[in-house]
Structures are given as C-alpha cells and as structure tokens.
C-alpha cells in the first residue's frame, strides 16, 4: 500500500467482502445445508433483499477501489519502452480484481431474478419455499418430491391476469406517450425560453416535488370517484392521476437540452422553422437518448404501482392491474400456499415486455452525437 | 431591393443594463457595412435584434421599407452565418444545406440544383455527404456560408464568422468572402471585432463602443479622419500614437512642440485648423506609426528617444522607443530603408531621433476627445 488515500477504500473492501461472503454463505446453505440454524426470521424473500442490499454496496466498493487502484497505476512514470511492452502489471491486476467483483455483483443481482424464474416453472408444491431445486427434508418424509412443468402458466392465463396485464399494458402505453409529450416540451420550453416566472417555477416544482404523493391518495381518490372515476372506470382515472404530474419530471431532460448549443435554434428559425419544427427536426434527433430514457422510465411507472392502483380500483377486479392482482395472490397464507408459483410466472410475464423494450433501444443510448459540429 | 434602416433602435435587458443605445443607421442595397468594436460594444445585439433573435427594446428596424419589429425571424427574408457554424451535426453537408429549402416544400429537383450550385462556388461538392463533424473548421464556415447562400435573402448577416478560424485560414477566408459577395451582389451586414477585417471587407464600418456609434464611414474615412479618440485607437494596427502636447498659434501657422521638437502642421490640415479658427492650446497629438520616420541624427524637429523593444515583422520593424517626457512611441520602419550598420545600431537602449512629417497629425481635445478638425 503506498498511498494513504487507498486505506479508505480497502477497508470498506474488506467489509464488503465479509459481509457479502455471509450472504452468499447464507444463500448456499439453503440448498447445501451445511450449518442449522434456527430458518424462522429468514425467508426467501429477506435472503433476496440482503443480496441485493449486499451488491449495491459491493459496487460502491468496487468503484472506490477501481478508482484507487487506477490512479496508483498511473502514478508510475510512463516510460516509452514499457509502454510499447503493454499494461503494467499494477493496471493488470487491478483490472483482474475489478473484473472478478463484477461478476461477483452480476451473479448477486441476478440470482433473485433467477430464483423466481424457477420457481415459476416449480408445478409442485406450489406454496413458498425455501428450497430451489431439492427439498432437503425429502428424504425424511415421503412425497415431497419436486416437479416442475408449464402449470402455473396455464393457470395463469386461464385466470383474470389477462385482464390485469391488458389494463395495465393500456395505461402504460398511454401514460408513455403523453408523459413523453409533456416532459419534453416543459423540458424544452424551460431550457430556451426565458420569462418572468421560470425561476420561482422550477423552485417551486422542485420543493413539490419532495413531498411523498401518498399525501393527495386520498383526497385524490375522493375527486375520482365523485368523477366517476374509480372503481371499474380506475382505468382513465389511473391513467389521469399519472399523467398529471408528469410536468414536474422536466430535471434530467432539461439537463440535456441545455447541452444542445442555443444557436442551432436560432440557425434552424433563421432557416424557416417554427419553434415546433426546431423541436422536432433539430433538437429531438440530437436528444436520442434522453427522449429514450423519458420514454422508457414513463412506460416502466405504471407496471409496478401498487398503493394508489389498490386505493382506486378498489374491490372490482375487472379493473385491477397487474401489481393488485398478483398481491392479491398472496394476501392470505391459504392464498399464498396455492399461488405462489403462479405468482411467480406472473412476475416474469410482467417482466418481459420492459426488458424487450430495453434490449431493442440499448442501441440508441450508445449513439454519440454533435460531437465537433458546433465549435466550443 | 434590400435596404435596412435601424432608427433609434434600443436594447435594454431585464436587469436594466443598456446594450444598445439610440443606433440610427441608414444601409442602402447592396452595401456591405460591417459593425466592428471591441468585446461588449453592442454590435452582436445590434445584428441579432436586425436578424429577430432579439427583441427589440425601442425603435425601428425597417428591411426594403417594411417595419419587422415584430416579425419572426423567419419571415424577415434574411440568412445568418453564426460565429460557431451552428451546423446541424445529425444531418449531412448535403441536407444541413437543403434544411431551410426543404421547409419551404420546394421540389427535390430543384434543392438539388442549388445545393449542388452552392457547393461548387465554395469548393465542397466532395464532402456533400459527410456529417459536419468529418471536417475542419474551414470546411464548415463554408457549409455555414452555403447554407446561407442557398436562400437567395435580400439580407446576408454574418456574426464573427472569422474568429474560430487560424490566422492564416482567415486571410484566405477573408479573400473568399470579398469574392462571395461580388457573385451574390447583395446587401451584407458584417460583425467582427478585428479591425482588418474591417477595413478590407466594408463599404462602410459602423465604428461601436459601450453601445454607441462612435463613428460610421468608409475605411478610408475613419482611417484618415476619425472623429474621436477612440475610432483613431482602434482603427489601424499597430495603434495610433497619442501624445500629449501643446498647439501653438502664431498667427495663421501652427506648431506642435512634442518633447523638445517644433514641428509645423502643413498641408490640409493646416488650412483646416485655420478655417475653423482652433485655438493653441493642449491637446491630444496622434501620429500614426506608419507616418513616423525614424533619424539617425539630431535635427531641428527630431525628438531625442530611447529604444525600448524592437519587433522585427519581416519587411519592416516595429520599433517601441519612448523620449524624456515618458511619452510611448512606436515607429514603423520599412527595413529596406536601412543599411546593415543602422540595422545592427537597434538595440534595447539605443538612442535614436524619431520625426514625423507636418501632414500626417491629428488633433483631439484632451477632454472631450474629440477631434478638432473633423
């Protein structure tokens, strides 16, 4: 260790290191039971919760340390000799460490996902376990064995889900365009235009926007329904409540048009283009990205929004969506030992159309663009 | 026809700071003007606010007649070069160029035409397909020019175009500019900062300081007869040598005693002072460079000096040299002129006698600043 400023950063990396070696411990001997203890207060589900808690830090830990280990690397004098012989062996080993804690974070933050894709497919016993693939009790008591099959999808779409995924598919899609509309004309107007209010504007949705929205829930839900509104017409009343507010998520995507140089507006008016035409033409291809990001973040909201959507739609299931409904699944421990795996199918069904969205628009965020078109 | 004329045209900001004060300019069609101060004097703001870009605060800006304080920028009929290009990186040459005749949803046919036209008379048909970030800083101030070009406005406005570019880019730019505007034959509004661009490129300069006109007239005008002080300092590189000193009349002659020396102010300007019956008194003396001659020894009117720096510029030197009184000259000496020996002799610390002809002095009144002749 020849520089003070790493002890930091290697201290928090042997903290992390410990810990995260008790949750995987704690992970396997689920499985490979290899110490008992009392499994009372560890379910799943707070195993999970661990680990993901547990990856977040160890990628804290991994920048600090990658950081650190870079820089004691470009301490040593580049020679041109040495330079032409390849990395030096400082910079090799800290890209060896660097690559094995991540895939140390990457198999952590994929074995939930993992855990609930098999148990979706786990036929029987279809309550919540805490084994994956073999019950180690199954050698002491007779038929507990294991199987696994298409069931719960089956069940699944026999069900109301169909239902709950179409509402809430709907919503989704509605609130993404208009959200999109309204996030990057506020963004848009806010970065050009310049008038009296805009300042105390941008403060006040700012200090608004720290207040939690569960505090209009209800009076919320009162205006909906004297609208007429909730219950079976949840769904535009959903779709209202979320779209509302959209206005106030201007931050990041006026960030980025502050970034687009003022005077490709001016050239493209001085050329014959209204301001929704500079919009459009000009500024909208440049923002790529974030137009992407808006997108997406306004179509992933509805998915999971469980609180408002059970307070609104309230008893009437035609108009639950699908975060309601598969709670529901779970809401009582006879409803939880029988749905549980299909619980689990649910979620994978919920969680496909967004990772297709994000696989086909990854191209999009890699594009890099006005890089030298407008000089400084 | 494109005449613009600005009438007490005012820019004041939000937080009451002046940027333009009552700007009354008359531009006849197809005059090249160029707007030309220092940094901050107001001619971007004058030229933004005759573009729309700017909202105009008081008075009127008037294009072929017509009142546009209130038109958008589009429906002004003009084109703007932008002093950082301002090309649209996502598209190429080609559409960057195609952009504002697409939207007047003219046929394919003919945008290719002039697009390719104006490509030709810039010399970049070759890069027509690459984005704007395949080329140099050149390259794109003439996509810039060519996207200009290709609207066929009754105003062409230009914003610094010239200063992101190299010195030597520049003189070739500003070559192909004087050429530019022959072909289009059209009215040019020119902003720069750089005096010589200035004075090569303008029919008129529109001389600017703090958001006033100091001085609008041709180069040789502003050059040979500058108003005040301050048109005097910034036209002409290196600047004008000014002196504090005495003019004495005796009788019909006047004389200028700069530290020591009696020289007699000859010529027109001599008659001039007459005709308007100046009084001796002190005054501001300037002396251009250029005008100075350089002596090797002392003469009824030489001034006795000391070389301080001496800048060798080529086919001439700048020699810096200041006399007893303190007073700062510099004197511009064609190397030609001098045998090896003189050459050798300028040294930092050298004694020299500098002079200036009796034709070449200009007069300013030490409070006003004015001049007192024109």
């Known amino acids: 260790m020849k520089n003070k400023n790493q002890l930091p950063a290697l201290i928090l990396l042997v903290i992390g290191l410990v810990v995260t070696a008790g949750g995987l411990f704690l992970f396997i001997n689920r499985f490979v039971p290899m110490w008992s203890f009392s499994h009372k207060y560890m379910t799943d589900n707070a195993i999970f919760a661990m680990l993901g808690i547990l990856g977040l830090f160890l990628g804290i830990v991994a920048l600090l340390l990658a950081r650190s280990l870079r820089k004691q690397g470009q301490e040593v004098p580049s020679d041109t000799l040495k330079q032409h012989m390849g990395l030096k062996a400082t910079a090799r080993i800290s890209n060896t460490v660097i690559y094995v804690l991540l895939v140390i974070i990457s198999v952590i933050w994929l074995a939930p996902f993992f855990c609930i894709v098999v148990q979706s497919f786990r036929v029987n016993p279809t309550g919540m376990t805490r084994y994956l693939f073999q019950n180690p009790d199954a050698a002491l008591k007779e038929g507990l064995t294991i199987r696994f099959g298409l069931d719960n999808y089956r069940r699944l779409f026999a069900g109301d889900f169909p239902r709950w995924y179409l509402n809430t598919f709907i919503i989704a899609v509605v609130v993404a365009a208009v959200q999109t509309i309204i996030v990057l004309c506020m963004s848009y107007t806010l970065s050009r235009f310049r008038f009296k209010l805009r300042k105390p504007l941008m403060q006040f949705m700012l200090i608004l926007g720290m207040f939690p929205g569960m505090l209009t829930m209800i009076i919320l839900y009162q205006v909906l329904k004297d609208v007429g509104l909730a219950g079976a017409n949840a769904m535009p009343g959903l779709i209202l409540v979320y779209v509302a507010s959209s206005g106030m998520g201007y931050y990041v995507s006026k960030g980025f048009f502050d970034t687009i140089p003022k005077s490709l507006d001016e050239a493209a008016r001085i050329d014959g283009a209204t301001r929704a035409q500079v919009l459009y033409k000009i500024i909208l291809p440049l923002a790529k990205p974030i137009v992407i990001y808006t997108v997406l973040t306004a179509f992933m909201g509805p998915w999971g929004d469980f609180v408002f959507a059970k307070y609104v739609t309230g008893v009437t299931p035609e108009a639950w969506n699908v975060a309601v409904g598969l709670q529901q699944w779970l809401s009582t421990t006879t409803n939880i030992s029988e749905n549980y795996t299909m619980f689990c199918a649910g979620g994978v069904v919920v969680a496909i159309p967004v990772v297709i969205l994000f696989m086909c628009l990854q191209k999009y965020y890699v594009e890099g663009v006005t890089g030298g078109a407008v000089k400084g | 026809m494109a005449s613009v004329k600005l009438t007490n045209v005012k820019k004041v900001y939000d937080n009451n700071v002046v940027a333009v004060h009552d700007f009354n300019l008359d531009i006849k069609d197809k005059e090249f003007v160029v707007f030309v101060g220092p940094s901050g004097c107001g001619k971007s703001t004058t030229l933004r606010m005759v573009a729309g870009l700017e909202e105009i605060s008081g008075g009127t800006v008037e294009i072929d007649g017509e009142v546009v304080n209130d038109l958008q920028p589009k429906d002004r ?136 006109i100091q001085q609008v007239g041709t180069p040789a005008e502003v050059f040979e007869m500058p108003t005040n002080l301050f048109v005097a300092e910034f036209i002409g590189a290196p600047k004008m040598n000014i002196v504090k000193t005495d003019l004495v009349r005796e009788g019909n002659r006047y004389f200028v005693t700069p530290c020591g020396a009696k020289i007699e102010v000859t010529g027109e300007k001599g008659g001039l002072l007459n005709e308007k019956n100046v009084k001796g008194g002190p005054v501001l003396l300037g002396v251009r460079p250029e005008h100075m001659k350089l002596a090797f020894e002392r003469g009824e009117n030489t001034m006795s000096a ?45 004694q020299v006698y500098i002079t200036f002809e009796g034709k070449v002095m200009h007069f300013f009144d030490p409070e006003t600043e004015k001049n007192l002749i024109y």
């Open chain 2, 306 to 350: 000391r070389l301080e720096v001496n800048e060798m510029m080529g086919s001439e030197l700048h020699l810096h040299v200041y006399t007893k009184d303190g007073a700062r000259w510099i004197v511009r000496v064609p190397t030609i002129d001098l045998t090896q020996e003189q050459r050798r002799s300028l040294v930092n610390g050298a």
């Open chain 2, 77 to 212: 009929n003009i084109a703007m070069v932008f002093q950082n290009y301002a090309l649209y990186p996502h598209m190429s040459v080609y559409d960057n160029i195609a952009f504002s005749l697409r939207l007047q949803k003219m046929p394919e046919d003919v945008i290719y035409s002039k697009v390719t036209n104006a490509a030709e008379i810039l010399g970049i048909t070759e890069y027509l397909m690459r984005k704007p970030r395949a080329l140099s800083g050149g390259q794109r101030q003439r996509v810039a020019i060519g996207r200009a070009m290709v609207r066929d406005s009754k105003v062409f406005l230009m914003d610094e175009p010239l200063s992101n570019l190299d010195a030597k880019l520049r003189n070739q730019m500003r070559a192909e500019i004087i050429l530019l505007r022959q072909k289009l034959n059209t009215t040019f509004i020119y902003v720069t900062h750089d005096q010589t661009e200035a004075m090569t490129l303008g029919d008129r300069i529109v001389i600017m300081k703090d958001g006033f």
